[in-house]
C-alpha cells in the first residue's frame, strides 16, 4: 500500500535542486551533472522502494527522512570520489553499495524503532566503512595504486562543509559584534533598487556595512541568520533583509567598497587571545552540564551534525574528540549560549 502523501518523485526533484547550489564551483559540467544525477536516482529509487513496501509499513516521516538521509550521503560521497582522483569508472559501483547499505541500515534501524542520532550515527558508521572497504578492494585488486587508496580515504566533504559552515557563522558573528559597537546610527534609507553604490562617507557608513553584512548571510543557513538577525535593533534588520532580498547586490557593490566595510569591521573587533587548548573546551562543555541533563542536551543538538552531537558529548566524559580547535570552539561557546 502506497504511503499516503508521499510524492516521492517531486521530493527527490527537491533534493536534487537544492543540492545544485551546494556542488562545489570547481567541478566541471560533467562532475556536477554526475553529483545531481547520482542524488536525484538514489533518492527516487529509494523513495519509490519505501512507497511499495508492504512489510514494514513506514509513516510518511519516516520515508521522507531515509530518503533525505541517502540524498545528503550521495551527494556527499560522490563529491568525496570526485576529489579523490579515482578513475570515474569505478564511481557508480562504490556508489551503488554506499546507496545500497544506507537504505538497509536506514530500513532497519527505523523499523527498530531506534532514536533518530542513533539511526544517524549507525548509518554514518557504516557509510564510511563502504566507502573505505570499496577503495581498499580496488587496491587488493591493483586498479588504483597506495598513494591514491590514501588520498581518496582522506576526503569527506561533509566535515568540509560543517567546518566552513562554523568559520561563516563566526565571523558573522564578529561582523554583527563590530556593527553594533563601531558604526553610527543610519541618516538615511537603504540603496535604492538599481542605483550605483558610491563610496561610503559619513552617515552612508552604516548603510554599506549592512550591505555588506548581506551579502555575507545570502551565503548561510536561514535560520543561522535570523538568529543573528534577533540581536539586531528591528529597522537595522529590516535594512539587512532587504538588501539580502536583492538578487543583484553583489552586482551595486562596488568590491573595493565592500572589502573596505569588511576591513573597518574587522579592525573595529578588540583585540583578545582565546584560549583554544582542548582542556579548555571541554571545561566550558561540562559546565554547561549543570544547567541541562542529557536528554535536554540531546534536543538542543537535535538540528546539528552527527559529529558535532559526538563531539560534546565526548568532551562531557572529559575526552577531546579530535577536531580544528577554532571549530571545537565555537561549537563549545554555542553550548554555552543555550544556556
Known sequence: ??????????????????????????????????????LLNFSTIAGQAL????????NLDQAMMITQIIAEW??????????????????DPIMQKIAFTIFEVAKNAYHQGLPQDQCLQLIEHHVKKTYLDCIAELKDKNLIDEG?????????????????QTQAEQQAQQAQQAQNQTVPQQTQGPIPPGAPVQEPLGGDAKVFKLATLALLFQKMKQEKVQTILNKFNPDDANSVIKFMGMPDLGEKIDPGITMRCLEEIKTSLPAFHQ?????????????????????????????????????????????????????????????????
Do not use: C
Open 1 to 38: 500500500m502506497a504511503i499516503e502523501g508521499f510524492d516521492y518523485k517531486g521530493f527527490a526533484q527537491n533534493l536534487a535542486q537544492q543540492a545544485l547550489e551546494l556542488i562545489p564551483k570547481d567541478f566541471d559540467d560533467n562532475q556536477k551533472n554526475y553529483v545531481a544525477n547520482t
Open 51 to 58: 512507497n511499495d513496501d508492504n512489510q514494514m509499513n513506514f
Open 74 to 91: 550521495s551527494f556527499h560521497k560522490s563529491v568525496d570520489l570526485i576529489r579523490s582522483g579515482i578513475p570515474q569508472q569505478y564511481w
Open 148 to 164: 591514491l587508496m590514501e588520498q581518496a580515504a582522506s576526503q569527506s566533504n561533509i566535515d568540509a562543509m560543517m567546518q566552513e
Open 275 to 339: 584560549d583554544l587548548s582542548p582542556s579548555k573546551i571541554i571545561h566550558k562543555i561540562q559546565n554547561v552540564s549543570q544547567y541541562f541533563d542529557r536528554s535536554q542536551l540531546e534536543n538542543i543538538l537535535r538540528p546539528e551534525r552527527t559529529k558535532v552531537k559526538r563531539f560534546v558529548f565526548t568532551a562531557l566524559e572529559g575526552e577531546y574528540l579530535e577536531m580544528p580547535p577554532k571549530v571545537a570552539n565555537i561549537i563549545a561557546t554555542h553550548i554555552e549560549d543555550s544556556v
